[in-house]
Every structure is written in C-alpha cells, then in structure tokens.
C-alpha cells in the first residue's frame, strides 16, 4: 500500500510565500516522476509543477518563475517552494507520483489527499 501525505497548506495574503512537502510511503520499489496539481472550485485539475528522478522539472507558464520544485535527498519527497502568491493561485494542492510497488510491475499514478491553498487579495 503506498501513501502521499501532503502538509503545508493554508491561508496567505497576495505577495507572500508558502512551501508545501509530500512525502510518498510504503511498499515503494522505485519512484519516477513526483510532483504537484491543482484544483479550483469549478475548474479542472492542472499542473503545478512535476520532477523527475534526474531533478528535471516542468512547470507551466502561469506559475514559472514564482514557484520551484525539488526533491528531498531520500528521493520519496517532492516540496514546492510558491512566492509572489496571487489570489489565483487559491486551490487544493494535490501530490502526485508515478511508482513501482516491484521491479516487475509497471508505474501508477498516485495521488495525496489534498491541501487548501488560500491566497487573500
């Protein structure tokens, strides 16, 4: 069984800055791509922000530039570091990993159970 907690969220005003961890869990036999999606109310789920197991990173054009994604030195953590915070970046953060549970068995998708995000204006 593999999970992705996820910690950090919470309430900030326009212009500041918040870091959130995910740290993946359990019978994990390797870990490909980790990283972080978003959902606002009404809106589908998008990309934030996804590493790879070599550190290459892809993020798209709405938030590059304010937010940085990096992995943790035992490679089953990923954090996103978000400044310049804007009211549109208000959303529930979701973790994301692809995993193997062995060396036979193919990659999944993950996800955490989700984190508020609240940016005021």
């Known amino acids: 069984q593999v999970q992705l907690v996820e910690s950090g969220g919470g309430l900030v005003q326009a212009g500041g800055s918040l870091r959130l961890s995910c740290e993946a869990s359990?019978?994990?036999?390797?870990?490909?791509?980790m990283g972080w999606y978003r959902q606002a109310p009404g809106k589908q789920r998008e990309l934030v922000a996804v590493?790879?197991?070599?550190?290459?990173?892809n993020l798209p054009d709405s938030v590059k530039g304010r937010f940085t994604c990096s992995r943790g030195n035992a490679k089953n953590t990923v954090y996103l570091q978000m400044n310049s915070l804007k009211p549109e970046d208000t959303a529930v953060y979701y973790c994301?990993?692809?995993?193997?549970?062995?060396?036979?068995?193919?990659?999944?998708?993950?996800w955490g159970q989700g984190t508020q995000v609240t940016v005021s204006s």
């Open positions: 994301y990993a692809k995993i193997s549970i062995s060396w036979y068995r193919a990659f999944n998708d993950y």
């Open positions: 359990g019978s994990i036999f390797s870990i490909n791509v």
């Open positions: 590493i790879d197991s070599g550190g290459i990173t």
